[in-house]
């Protein structure tokens, strides 16, 4: 290894590690930013099952499960984006590059999300640049003239990676330094389309049906961005969700979990716009989730859809705090029948038929004194709720609290 592996919490091996968490985020958003501008480009040919003994010009190639046995030629300069869901290149192979293509204009994306969503065959001679939903294998001695980005791991023995800039004369404007990959003036719609970066957050924004002035400026004062022309069936493909977590005062909390998913899925990264999605806010150590600061729900689990950059508010109340003379504790556990401890099962708090808090046992709500409420709990897995220790066998009880500070115990059995 040559050169510095930049990690959230590891060293790395030495000497290289360097721990970057800052830097390592900024280079996830811009991977993911470039990886939905190509995966979203339209099509405009198909790349068939192998590219072998192929000579193509510049152009967007679809396939599916794309390999490639031989030599691919690459003509002329101009864009190349290959569409794949895996790419799978044989030993010793090669992408040839003649008549004014560069490596810098040359992209593969591959959309599985497997480890090896793009492998290439030992001594294999590639050239362009790899964007990965998933990882990356490369296999002994194979070059890349390029870069390798994956969204989960990059899989290297005794590989070269060489970055090779564009020669080509970039457009910049007064006061910018970045170069911008411009499309031609062959845009039938005079309309584009791509990302930039906000230099402030240095989040990736998505962008579509600007004029080529107004797109040129906003990706050359933003670096790094692209820009590609929109056809008529262009549209911006997805946007971010950022969701934030902060206690009841308004502090800022780290460290803390949140999650998107849809169906059953977890995901990261770049949401698809209009796709119906789930996020949730889940507890830790001290801190429970209380609502959601733009609607006030208390239901921790929320669903969304999004138009375009969107942030969330998770609220959540400080359980290890000095408690108020005016507040008291319920605290909910949970025991497997006969006698067995057991946590994570999820609790609900509840007053006038609207639920307030919710939490995962072992945890507590901290409620008003004076107040009447219901405490509710769920089945989970295998295991159903039977009773409290009082012997009531609704899952819904009441809990009347005094009108001194307390801490009420409830614990739920399960069979």
């Not at 967007?60 to 799978?88: C, D, H, K, R, S």
């Not at 803390?256 to 698809?272: E, F, M, P, Q, R």
Request: proline fraction near 3%; charge should be negative; glycine fraction near 12%.
């Amino acid at each position: 290894m040559t050169g510095i592996i930049y990690t959230v919490g590891a060293a790395g091996p030495a000497p290289c590690g360097i721990v970057d968490g800052s830097l390592l985020t900024t280079a996830v958003n811009d991977m993911s930013a470039a990886y939905v501008v190509a995966a979203g480009t339209a099509s405009t040919g198909s790349t068939g099952a192998d590219l072998g003994g192929q000579t193509l010009v510049p152009g967007v190639y679809t396939g599916g499960i794309v390999g490639l046995t031989g030599t691919l030629t690459l003509n002329g300069p101009g864009v190349y984006i290959f569409q794949a869901t895996t790419l799978t290149t044989a030993s010793g192979s090669s992408v040839v590059l003649e008549n004014g293509a560069q490596a810098c204009n040359v992209f593969w994306t591959t959309a599985a999300v497997s480890a090896g969503s793009a492998t290439l065959g030992s001594t294999t001679a590639f050239q362009g640049t790899i964007l990965s939903a998933a990882g990356i294998i490369l296999g002994t001695g194979a070059t890349v003239a390029g870069a390798v980005l994956a969204q989960s791991a990059v899989v290297m023995n005794g590989n070269t990676i060489a970055v090779t800039p564009c020669t080509t004369t970039t457009t910049t404007t007064s006061g910018a330094s970045a170069p911008v990959n411009t499309p031609g003036a062959n845009c039938a719609s005079g309309l584009f389309y791509g990302y930039y970066t906000n230099s402030t957050t240095q989040l990736t924004h998505q962008f579509a049906g600007l004029s080529i002035t107004a797109a040129l400026k906003l990706v050359t004062d933003n670096p790094p961005g692209a820009l590609l022309c929109q056809t008529p069936t262009t549209t911006a493909a997805c946007a971010y969700l950022t969701i934030l977590t902060e206690s009841e005062n308004g502090t800022t909390l780290t460290g803390l979990t949140t999650d998107v998913w849809s169906s059953s899925s977890t995901i990261a990264g770049c949401l698809s716009i209009n796709t119906p999605f789930t996020a949730g806010a889940f507890d830790s150590a001290c801190y429970t989730f209380s609502h959601w600061s733009d609607t006030g729900s208390a239901q921790r689990f929320r669903s969304f859809t999004l138009v375009g950059d969107t942030t969330f508010v998770a609220v959540y109340n400080n359980m290890c705090g000095s408690m108020p003379s005016t507040d008291s504790m319920i605290s909910i556990g949970t025991v497997i029948s006969p006698n067995t401890e057991t946590t994570g099962y999820y609790a609900t708090l509840w007053q006038n038929g609207v639920m307030l808090q919710s939490c995962f046992s072992t945890c507590s709500f901290m409620v008003s004194n004076g107040q009447t409420y219901q405490v509710a709990v769920s089945d989970f897995g295998a295991h159903t709720f039977s009773n409290w220790t009082n012997g009531s066998t609704s899952r819904f009880i009441t809990v009347n609290v005094g009108s001194t500070s307390s801490t009420i115990d409830l614990t739920a059995i399960y069979t």
